[in-house]
Structure formats: structure tokens, C-alpha cells
């Protein structure tokens, strides 16, 4: 993972450079000082840089310039900021990157604000390509985060409704479907693409990054899943077992549904979909054993790895169209997609 | 003031079936479904329809086609929605255009959600402005829309953080700072700018409607305070003495706090600043009467008669440069901003 490790990390640097040097610092009116500190706060935790440095490999991968795409690189990486701003809120999560969740920290009417404040500055950055890369290319990346902010939200409305109405009847397709819109077209699907857009792709090659990036994605948030129950905590910067706090369905929890018996299924919609405060500390242990007894997790793992190495499969139809060097290094990002440990 | 409604309601139903005709209505997942019900639910509740028809009605002024603007002034009336849906959930308010808030219906985390996906189509109804009025002046158009939405989140800010921070050490000015911020650039200065923008007009017209904007948004917020204390419920839509049940900083209460006596200041501040849920009903009616014993309404009345003025005679600079009947619609409507009852 050499290669794709060091790309990574450059990316983020010149990335975070770019947001730093544009989001405000300082204002006259010592208040919205603070709401800057605030926007500030979560792109200033580590995160990974992951979704930018797509966009910027599949850039180069189609033998586009990524310093002409660095601004568009930032703006995703905001989309990652200001909506996880909201979504801890609708969570009701406590960690973010190993830190307290803004609306933890500052209450959450300003949070929510301030996340509000943030997503303005993703449309500021996207509109700053209007010099870059003009501006009918400018208005084609514009819509591509307009298809992604639609299907984010659509997702996350699916799972948020499937807690807020005790929804216990779910597939692995109902699942599938709901992480696809929630988190793989803002993971890979508008990385990729938009990446390729800038580079000036042809439109024949969508199809494939579309498929490569749905896979992908949800191989992605199934590793999540599963670092959520069983990662480091110090490592991944989430709260373990928070997703069983929050009553999320998950691919391990709709399998462990499924395996469980009548009585034990009781128990398990009973104490997952209670509110968070009146639920015990023993319950969730106690599901964690039954979800480690059930083999839930190796299952979800399973079917993680079954997806990347359908996405490598998809990914090998651009064999020939694109850059051999990226080519490598996106081979190993499929493989850190579902072996990462944050 | 005949003109002025006339061609309020008119509009008003023009942005409205483009609202209608744009947000999505179905989806073959019925969760996404619930959430396109949950879009279209403010954009339904009737609102005055003031600051689209305000965007139209300077475009026309400017000699453009109001047509060609439709979309922009609708996507402004989804500003006003989304944001006030984002909104009540900080203030905790309870009702909105007479019904309750979303949040009080769907659930805090579903209601801003819905929030987000809505401030989604506001890009988007801007975003179909490329081929109507070219790719360039969609993106000066976008850019106006990012003022906007700076100086709003930046207002909202604001405000939540001195009813977060008990400040009651607040000044006119402060107020005037903060609701220009708030209420002035999105109600009057966005809409009458980009209408004019649309229409072509030139940028030395821009210094004219700012000054006009700012008077006449900060009119409009001081009668909206007004209405919130003696308003008539059914007509206002929102529930009478909101504000102080919210603690919110106004003229009012500031005005108050200039004249009350150091004990009263005291019992002032103790039972405004207090919870909302741990307000008592008496407390507030006392508040009320304090109000009405010192004159505040009326002081704030007049600031708002004299701000509306000064706003007359900084329009009265386009007097040659713009379209007449619309002259005479837009001092119908600077009357119509202080003498309002909803």
C-alpha cells in the first residue's frame, strides 16, 4: 500500500491547505469569530482525505491536471464535514474523530448552524472554479454534487426512518440500496466521476465508475460496520458499539435478526430501539456476545470482500483508458477500502 | 396598496406551480416518498410569497422579463423555507404559518434532514438557470445566492449565541448589525439585486438598493417583533409572545431592558433566559405588561416608520433609471413592510 499511502497523504495536505486558506478566520463581530472557529473544528480533526484524493487520482487517471481540481477536491471534503455535523446531530453521537461532536460541544443550535454555514462554503468553492476550469465545466461539476447531495440525503432520511419506526424487516437489498444512496456516491461514485469530469472523461466510461463505485461504496460502509463494533477506538475516532447506542441497522445487525430466535428477537428490538438514555450498558453487551456467537461480523466481512472484488472486476474495464500508474494505486485503494482499521 | 397585492398573489402563484412543478413527489422506495411530503410541507403552508415577488418585481423594474426569473425567485422562496425548517429547530419554536413547526410533526432528526434536501433544490432551481439565462449569469446569480447565505447563517449565529450566552448588554446598533444580517439580505437586498442583475442593470444601481435593502429588511424584522407580541395569531401565524417564550433579543426587549429598574431587570433577565420549558405563563404576561407600561412596542414602531422613510429616499435615487409602474408598486410595497399584519 506503499504508493497509495504516500498519494493519500499528499493530497490531504494540499487539500486542507486550500480549505484553511479559505475558510474565514476572523470577523469584527467577536460571535461570528466564533461560528468560524466552529467551521473550522471538524476539517481541522484528522480525518482521512480519502474522498478528496479520489477525485484527485481518477483526475490524473484520465490525464487531467489535479491542481486544476483542488478547489473541487476541498468542496467534497466540506460535504464530509458539514454533513456529518448534522448527521451526529440526528444520531445523537457523542464522538467525531475521536473528539466530542460539535453540537457536544457548543450546543446544538449553533452546530446545526453552523454546519448550515459550512455547506455554503462547498458551493463557494465549487463556484471558484469558474476561473479554473470555466465556466460551463464549473456548472457540469456543480450538478454532479447536486445528484450526490440528493441521493446523501435521500439515504440518510431511509435510515432515519427505519430507527424512528422501529423498522426491523429489512433485507440485505433493502440495506444495499439505503448505503448506496447514504454514503457510496459521496465516497466514490462523485469522487470518481466528477475526477474524471475536470480530466475531461468521455461519458461512455460513467456506466463503469458508476457500477465500480456503488460496490465499492458499500464495501466501504460495511467496513465501517464493522470497525463501529469491533475497531480501536483510539484508531477509528468513533464511539465502539455506538452504532448499537444509536439503533443503527446494520448489515451485522439485520444478519443477526436473521439468525436469532423468536425470543432472543424480543429482546433485541427491545433493547436496540430504545432511546438511547434508557438503555444499559449489560443489554449491549450482551447483543454484542450474540452478534459474535452468530458470526454476524464475518458474514458482513464476507460480503465486504465480495463487493471490492466485484468493484476490481468493474474498475478493469477502464483497463487501456486510463494512466497505469493510477491504475495501481486505485487497486490498492480498493484494497485499504475494506481492510482499513479507520 | 391595490397594485402591490395584485401583483403579489400573482406572482405568488407563478413561483409557486414552478415549486410544485420542480420538487419531486414520488419514489418507488415509500420512505424517500414520506421524505418528498416533508419538502413540499413549508412550501405549502401559505406564506406572503414577498420575497420572490420582490426579486420579480426589480427585475421588471430593470426592464428585464420577469419569465426569465422565475426559477431564481422560486429557488429564494425555498431559501425562506429551508432555512426557517432549520430554524425552528434551534429556536425550539412550535408553530409555523399556523400549523405546527416540522420538527414538532416528523422528529427533530428527519425535519433537518429534510431541511438539507430542500436547501438541495434551491441549488438546483438555480442551477436551471444555465439555459435560460446562459452559463455565466447563472454563476453571477449563484454568487449573489452565497452572499446571501453567509450573511444569514453569520445573522442566525448571532443571535442564537446571545440568547446562549445571556447577553442583555445589547445596544440599537448591535440589533441593527445583527438583523440586517438575519432578515435584511435574504428579504430585501438578495431579491431586489438579483432581480435587477437578471434584468441587466448596472453595477452602480448596486450601492443604491443596498443601502434601500438594508433600511427596509431591518423595518420588516422590527414590525415582525411587533407581531409576534400583539399580532393576531390566525393572521400572523406564528404563536403570539414567541419571542419571549424563546428569549429572543428584539427592540422590544432591549428597549425594555434601557428602561426597567434594576430589580425589574433582574426578574427580566431571570425569567427570560430561563428554559423554555420551565417558563411560566404568569412570568410572560407580566413581561407583556412591562412592555406595554414603558411604550416599547410604539418605540420600536417608530424606529421602524423612520427606518422605512430613509428607505424611500434611497430608492427615490433610481427615480429616472427605472421602469414607473414598478416605482409605484415598490413604494406600495415599502408601506406594505411596516403596516403588515402576517
Given at each position: ?25 476572523t ?61 451526529d ?61 440528493d441521493?446523501?440525503?435521500s ?84 464511539e ?52 459474535e ?12 470482500i ?37
Amino acid at each position: 500500500m506503499g504508493k497509495f499511502f504516500s498519494v493519500l497523504q499528499d493530497y490531504k495536505k494540499q487539500v486542507d491547505r486550500y480549505i484553511f486558506e479559505q475558510l474565514p478566520k476572523t470577523h469584527t463581530i467577536p460571535e461570528i469569530s466564533n461560528l468560524y472557529t466552529m467551521m473550522r473544528d471538524y476539517p481541522s480533526r484528522s480525518g482521512k482525505g480519502l474522498r478528496p484524493s479520489i477525485l484527485l487520482i481518477f483526475c490524473k487517471a484520465f490525464g487531467g491536471n489535479p491542481e486544476k481540481a483542488i478547489n473541487t477536491a476541498a468542496a467534497l471534503e466540506l460535504f464530509q464535514n458539514w454533513i456529518v455535523i448534522h448527521d451526529d446531530i440526528e444520531d445523537g453521537s457523542e464522538l467525531r474523530r475521536g473528539l466530542p461532536a460539535l453540537h457536544v460541544k457548543y450546543g446544538m443550535p449553533l452546530a446545526l448552524n453552523a454546519g448550515d454555514a459550512l455547506a455554503g462554503k462547498m458551493w463557494e468553492f465549487l463556484k471558484n472554479n469558474r476561473k479554473i476550469i470555466g465556466a460551463e465545466t464549473t456548472l457540469d461539476v456543480i450538478e454532479q454534487f447536486l445528484i450526490m447531495y440528493d441521493q446523501t440525503t435521500s439515504g440518510q432520511h431511509v435510515e432515519l426512518s427505519w430507527v424512528q419506526n422501529h423498522r426491523w424487516d429489512l433485507t440485505y437489498e433493502d440495506y444495499f440500496g439505503m448505503c448506496r444512496k447514504k454514503t457510496a456516491w459521496y465516497t466514490c461514485m462523485t469522487p470518481a466521476w466528477t475526477g474524471a469530469l475536470i480530466a475531461g472523461a468521455d461519458i461512455r466510461f460513467r456506466d463503469i465508475i458508476f457500477k465500480f463505485g456503488m460496490d465499492l461504496g458499500v464495501a466501504f460502509q460495511i467496513q465501517d460496520d464493522v470497525l463501529n463494533l469491533i475497531g480501536d477506538e483510539k484508531i477509528y475516532g468513533k464511539e465502539i458499539g455506538g452504532d448499537l447506542w444509536e439503533g443503527k441497522r446494520t448489515l451485522i445487525t439485520i444478519e443477526l435478526m436473521k439468525q436469532a430466535s423468536d425470543s432472543e428477537k424480543a429482546f433485541l428490538k427491545e433493547s436496540l430501539d430504545m432511546p438511547r438514555a434508557e438503555k444499559k450498558s449489560s443489554d449491549m453487551d450482551k447483543i454484542m456476545s450474540m452478534i459474535e456467537r452468530y458470526g454476524c461480523i464475518d458474514k458482513a466481512m464476507a460480503v465486504s470482500i465480495e463487493l471490492a472484488t466485484r468493484a476490481k472486476t468493474e474498475f478493469s474495464h477502464l483497463d487501456g483508458s486510463i494512466d497505469l500508474s493510477q491504475r495501481e494505486i486505485i487497486l490498492e485503494l480498493i484494497d485499504f477500502m475494506i481492510n482499513r482499521k479507520f
